[in-house]
C-alpha cells in the first residue's frame, strides 16, 4: 500500500514540475489545476517532514531511538 503512494506522488511531483518548468520557458500562466496539485503536494510535503521531524525528536527526547 505505501508504494502505491510513493509512486502515485512520484508521479504526481514528476507531473507538476515538469509542466511548471515548461510554462516558466514558455513564458506561460500554469493552470489552475496544476497550481492546486502542487498545493497539496507541497502542503502533505511539508506535514511529513514536520511529523516525521517531531517523530525524531520524540524519539530522542524519551531515549526511544530504534
Not at 492546486?36 to 531511538?65: C, H, K, M, N, R
Request: hydrophobic share 55%.
Amino acid at each position: 500500500m505505501l508504494g502505491a503512494m510513493v509512486f502515485t506522488y512520484g508521479m504526481l511531483m514528476s507531473f507538476v514540475l515538469s509542466g511548471a518548468s515548461r510554462n516558466a520557458k514558455t513564458g506561460r500562466a500554469n493552470p489552475p489545476v496544476l497550481q492546486y496539485v502542487g498545493y497539496v503536494l507541497l502542503g502533505s510535503t511539508a506535514a511529513a517532514s514536520v511529523l516525521l521531524f517531531g517523530y525524531a525528536a520524540w524519539g530522542l527526547a524519551t531515549d526511544q531511538i530504534l
